[in-house]
């Protein structure tokens, strides 16, 4: 028998999501499906439209498997809006002319953006924000704007719902000055509460984008140079604005339904029934278009929802739309904000229990039954941690007192752990419940949540569960008495620490001694990194000792930082960031002579950019006979200590940071760890060194020193937790020595501190017993340990200076040591060198007038 | 994998085989072309692009060589120092992407030169 035809009118995510399940279960290829989509692309992650601000490609935001659409079943059709729905003879006809007969028609056509009817927002510099292409508008009217105004950008979001403030979040990723007007009383106010929006308004101002409320828009005025240039509000009020974005809701897209003269529901959208499927049986509608228990709904996962419902339906399932899950969760500009269940405690009788913290902006509230036991619902503004082991719990009863899910981590002993009955929804985008995960381990035979992801596509969109899931999956092998894979990669089946133990024991000092005896192959670029760090503090030697030069990553071996283009950069050490005038000077030479880019990194020191590897030696010989050392900027090793100016200048310190600086920066050089490790020192409680953002924190006391562990910047960051107070400096640099070689020897790999604070038996308490009360017997030998790496150490730069063998290393080419890498080629920006582009490249090389410095700069002999 | 026509093959003497280090690559100029040379641990010396097809950046011969199993079989292999892609040294394909695509007009994977050795000196062949 032919295959029914499905035509599916919209190309979103919601379309996606239809095809993809309807392909997956229709196993007899009972449907062929033909997708007919308006944009002329493939179905995009709208959720995640914010990110292509911060340079992702459009195809980045491609959904699911590209495979799907070379389906032979399967046909999408782009660029082709559909014009007209003819029921009797069940046809649909596009913009192209074409016809398409359907068995069964799903009407996918999702929302538009709503523009209020208002005088001016037809002007150039008004946008809205739905589309690839909006964004896109936008992104290169902002751009044109800041080249030609030569002032920052202003920009104003009429809407402070979810989609106003991730307009307004990439205004200010795009360098523009946001302002959000908001009509309502608080930001967000179809999800949060009164408090909920003011603590939401308050981090959004913290960094950076201005809020209003209250503010109705009545007239955007034109500027004189043409385009947007002021808004006028109700309230006499004026904003000036050089772009406008208009966020101010979605209306659902049944002008089709409408002229088929399907049923429309009051406020618009196609009224289908819990089968979603209208009031003409061969017609169904799904996502934002579709009015579902009596409402459109602007959310993906309902969406997602209708899709697996109408899939299950047309292969002649029983499936019924659920009922919507209106639960959010988002970051936003690195805000955390969730909302789910019952949030305004419209429940008859509810509860309340408010935990509201202006200072660290964290307002969080759970909505409870009368009898303050069953979890209702819930508003978490700054800290969304607990999101993701409440929301399962709707309408469930919460173990013990609900109070402890609200307060701040350490503050109350922590929230219990909650067994999650097998029917709690988990993923509320792919609708998985806690019994699927758990099946998927049990039955399906997954041992990682790389294996449950794909089985059950939980954690697959917008990830917020993946924490949750990665609990359950534990939970669930530990049951089945599976140990969790630690193995460090296909050659040794020791996790890192295992190694670390068995090396250090057995005395070993070289790879393939280590590899004979724990491992197998020769290696790869995981794990021979890995023991050469390991090696690096069980049998200290230099980093191109022999063999060892073979398993460091290129960054060790030639002891710079690989740059995009295959250029280094070079950071001289500064410890503590104290330099002198010559010092300074001696840098300021060398990087001038040798064309360098000069940078002041994040750790108090400076960056030269652009050198060729066989220039590395020559930098070298001037910095060291200037008297600097290798910085270890290539290394995952001790990286700087910084530190504010401290009592010897500053009115308010009440200790010499910069001189602990330097003392910790000098016993620590060198040292190689697990990851990274950055250390910083305040002077007093201030903290201007930022050092509860390091892996070790110091701050000064009157009485003496406190000392934080496991802080760091970056992807995750984490604020450093207090170890020990009031210490000496004697006791507190035993404190450090201890706590840096226990996470040494006992970290996975890439581990920063932060997480293996976590991991280490019995978290910040354990990692206190073992470095403050040496609890496992281990301190006499780590401080042996570090004693004779304070003894050992050396500057590698210079060792390799003076070694003819290891310079040998840097020639450009083995057979042609003089000639400089003819790829290299940079251009002026800003007063200072920078690589070429590929269409500098390009234009370069067709002859025409680009700047295209050569490769090698002037050098000075 | 280009497959040369040895009939037609120049041979061009690069360097000795002693001034390899085992296991870490070296960069050499060929005509014009950029060239990585490594050297196992076995004795064999093998040629792949300099030129790394992720990145377009001239960095292959400052990866780290290894091994990996491949349906059962252990085959030599060098990771991009940029963005971690790891290839096989004999027949330059690419093994593992890494989540990454190449640059825009070049393949995945790298072309293999042909290589040998005589009198303890590395000669390349070129077509």
Redesign the interface.
């Known amino acids: 028998m032919d295959p029914r035809h499905l035509v599916v009118v919209g190309g979103g995510m919601v379309a996606q999501r239809l095809v993809e399940a309807l392909r997956d279960r229709d196993t007899a290829g009972t449907w062929r499906i033909t997708v007919l989509a308006e944009e002329p692309r493939r179905p995009y992650d709208r959720v995640a439209l914010t990110s292509y601000f911060s340079g992702r490609d459009p195809e980045d935001l491609e959904l699911g498997d590209a495979d799907l659409w070379r389906d032979p079943l399967v046909r999408l059709v782009r660029d082709d809006k559909v014009t007209h729905i003819d029921r009797e003879a069940r046809t649909v006809t596009a913009a192209s002319g074409r016809t398409y007969c359907y068995d069964h028609l799903v009407l996918a056509t999702g929302s538009y953006a709503w523009v209020p009817p208002t005088e001016g927002a037809d002007l150039p510099g008004v946008f809205v924000y739905r589309t690839i292409d909006d964004v896109a508008a936008l992104r290169g009217y902002v751009e044109k704007l800041q080249s030609d105004l030569r002032r920052p950008v202003r920009g104003a979001v009429l809407g402070g719902g979810l989609l106003g403030l991730e307009a307004a979040g990439a205004l200010h990723a795009l360098g523009a000055q946001a302002t959000v007007l908001q009509v309502g009383t608080h930001l967000m106010d179809t999800q949060l509460d009164l408090g909920g929006g003011e603590a939401l308004r308050r981090l959004i101002n913290n960094i950076g984008v201005g809020v209003r409320v209250n503010a109705m828009t009545v007239r955007i005025r034109p500027h004189r140079r043409g385009g947007v240039g002021r808004l006028d509000l109700a309230d006499g009020g004026r904003v000036d604005a050089d772009v406008v974005v208009v966020a101010a809701g979605v209306r659902p897209r049944d002008e089709l339904a409408r002229a088929a003269g399907l049923g429309i529901g009051p406020r618009g959208g196609v009224v289908v029934d819990d089968t979603c499927l209208t009031d003409d049986p061969d017609v169904s509608a799904v996502g934002e278009v579709a009015c579902i228990q009596g409402a459109c709904i602007g959310l993906v996962a309902p969406g997602y929802a209708m899709a697996e419902v109408t899939a299950d339906r047309l292969l002649g399932g029983a499936a019924e739309f659920p009922g919507a899950d209106t639960a959010t969760k988002l970051k936003l500009a690195g805000v955390d904000v969730a909302s789910f269940g019952d949030a305004f405690g419209r429940t008859e009788g509810a509860l309340e229990l408010v935990w509201a913290d202006p200072v660290n902006g964290v307002y969080k509230k759970l909505v409870m039954s009368d009898d303050a036991r069953t979890l209702l619902g819930g508003v978490l503004v700054g800290d969304a941690s607990a999101y993701a082991s409440l929301r399962p719990m709707l309408g469930r009863e919460l173990p013990g007192d609900p109070a402890v899910f609200l307060l701040p981590e350490g503050g109350g002993g922590g929230a219990p752990d909650l067994e999650l009955p097998d029917d709690a929804g988990v993923c509320s985008c792919n609708n998985v419940s806690a019994g699927t995960i758990r099946g998927a381990v049990t039955e399906h035979g997954c041992t990682d949540v790389g294996a449950v992801k794909a089985c059950t596509k939980a954690g697959t969109s917008c990830g917020s569960c993946l924490p949750l899931v990665k609990k359950l999956v534990t939970t669930e092998l530990t049951k089945q008495g599976i140990t969790v894979s630690s193995a460090l990669c296909e050659h040794f089946a020791l996790s890192r620490a295992q190694l670390y133990d068995a090396v250090r024991v057995a005395g070993l000092r070289s790879f393939t001694e280590v590899v004979e005896r724990f491992g197998t192959g020769r290696g790869c670029d995981i794990c021979k990194p890995a023991v050469a760090s390991i090696l690096a503090t069980t049998a200290p030697a230099h980093v191109l000792d022999g063999e060892r030069a073979a398993l460091q990553d290129t960054n060790d071996h030639v002891m710079a930082n690989l740059q995009k283009d295959g250029s280094y950069s070079v950071v001289p050490r500064i410890p503590g960031g104290e330099v002198t005038p010559e010092g300074l000077i001696a840098i300021g030479e060398v990087a001038k002579d040798y064309g360098l880019y000069t940078k002041i990194t994040g750790g108090q020191r400076i960056d030269l950019f652009g050198a060729r590897i066989d220039q590395l030696p020559l930098i070298w010989q001037r910095l060291v006979d200037a008297g600097f050392e290798s910085g270890h900027a290539y290394g995952k090793s001790l990286r700087t200590v910084k530190s504010c100016v401290g009592s010897t200048w500053c009115r308010f310190g009440v200790q010499d940071s910069v001189a602990l600086a330097v003392l910790l920066e000098l016993r620590y050089r060198g040292l190689r760890s697990p990851h990274k490790l950055k250390l910083g020192v305040s002077g007093c409680a201030r903290e201007c060194a930022e050092a509860r953002g390091k892996d070790v924190g110091v701050i000064a006391t009157d009485r003496g020193w406190n000392l934080y562990v496991g802080g760091n910047g970056g992807f995750t960051p984490r604020h450093a937790q207090l170890l020990a107070e009031d210490l000496s400096t004697e006791d507190l640099i035993t404190a450090i020595d201890r706590f840096l070689l226990y996470y040494i020897r006992t970290a996975d790999r890439l581990q920063r501190t932060a997480p293996w604070v976590e991991e280490v038996d019995g978290g910040l308490d354990g990692v206190r017993a073992v470095v403050m009360e040496d609890s496992l017997g281990i301190a006499a030998d780590l401080d042996a340990q570090m004693a004779q790496h304070v003894e050992q150490y050396e500057d590698e730069w210079r060792a390799t200076l003076e070694d003819p063998e290891k310079l040998r290393r840097f020639a450009s080419f083995v057979n042609a040591p003089e000639v400089p890498d003819p790829s290299l080629a940079y251009v002026p920006e800003r007063g200072q060198a920078r690589p070429a582009t590929p269409d500098e490249r390009a234009a370069a090389g067709r002859g025409e007038p680009v700047l295209v410095a050569g490769s090698t700069l002037e050098v000075r002999s | 994998m280009t497959v040369l026509d040895t009939q037609k093959t120049t041979w061009t003497a ?2 000795r085989v002693d ?6 690559g ?5 005509d ?1 072309q ?1 060239v990585a ?1 490594f050297r ?2 076995d004795g064999r010396v093998l040629a792949v692009d300099q ?1 790394d097809p992720y ?5 292959m011969s ?8 491949v349906d059962g079989v ?1 085959v ?2 060098v ?1 991009s ?2 963005y ?1 892609q ?1 290839f096989d040294l004999v027949t330059g394909v690419c093994l593992d992407a890494a989540g990454k695509t190449p ?1 825009a007009g070049a393949s995945g994977d790298l072309t293999v030169w042909p290589v040998r050795v005589s009198d303890g000196v590395v000669e390349v062949g070129t077509p």
Request: hydrophobic share 50%; charged share 20%; net charge neutral.
């Open positions: 690069v360097c001034d390899l280090a085992p296991e870490r070296a960069a050499a100029l060929l014009g950029q040379l196992l641990v030129h990145s377009d950046a001239y960095v400052r990866g780290i060589v290894g091994s990996r199993t252990e030599a292999t990771a120092p940029m971690k790891v640059v």
